[in-house]
T-cell receptor, first 113, second 114 residues
């Protein structure tokens, strides 16, 4: 049972435009959500996080929005740059005491120059 | 510089052989994790450890084994019982309690069975 879902396996965006990556979850007990960025043959790197008590967190070109009632979060990248081309994973932390994050399946973003 | 090191970067194994992937961290993190990445399946947890000499199975532990004899080290053995071992393996570590910036990942090991 996939508790964290990224339904779009890939996304292409023109350089300078907005990229919107989506993530849905099923467990209302998740309390932190993260986005990771991953280049091929490398480990994921932390990008941005949001607490379940907030609905928005911004860091430079990256903004994460959380809609708790819809169990949905999104990552906005504005403006998109070719170097943003990577796989993006969302991840959620359960509050049940097990020390792990649950990852989505990833979305491959391609920013076209 | 603190970090997490996985070795080797590429590994080839013959069918029926066991192979061990190395993971070392100098971040003084309490917890360590092994994930497997397959195309279209995201990151799936194999094993994790919160303290030395203790570890728990993740979602796909069958055919794998681990040890945690030192805080810094968490090697993963892929045994011949693992039906489909070809994948990209990621090791990660974190402080406890697990915080809002998640894990630090290594750069991964690509295992190919030939």
């Amino acid at each position: 049972d996939q508790q964290v879902k990224q339904n779009s396996p890939s996304l292409s965006v023109q350089e300078g435009r907005i990229s919107i990556l989506n993530c849905d979850y099923t467990n209302s007990m998740f309390d932190y959500f993260l986005w990771y960025k991953k280049y091929p043959a490398e480990g994921p790197t932390f990008l941005i996080s949001i607490s379940s008590i907030k609905d928005k967190n911004e860091d430079g070109r990256f903004t994460v929005f959380l809609n708790k009632s819809a169990k949905h979060l999104s990552l906005h990248i504005v403006p998109s740059q070719p170097g943003d081309s990577a796989v993006y994973f969302c991840a959620a932390r359960a509050t049940s005491g097990t020390y792990k994050y649950i990852f989505g399946t990833g979305t491959r973003l391609k920013v076209l120059a | 510089d603190g970090g997490i090191t996985q070795s080797p970067k590429y590994l080839f194994r013959k069918e029926g052989q066991n192979v061990t992937l190395s993971c070392e961290q100098n971040l003084n993190h309490d917890a360590m994790y092994w994930y497997r990445q397959d195309p279209g399946q995201g990151l799936r947890l194999i094993y994790y450890s919160q303290i030395v000499n203790d570890f728990q199975k993740g979602d796909i532990a069958e055919g794998y084994s681990v040890s945690r004899e030192k805080k810094e080290s968490f090697p993963l053995t892929v045994t011949s019982a693992q039906k489909n071992p070809t994948a990209f393996y990621l090791c990660a570590s974190s402080r406890l309690p697990l915080g809002s910036n998640g894990y630090t990942f290594g750069s991964g090991t690509r295992l190919t069975v030939v």
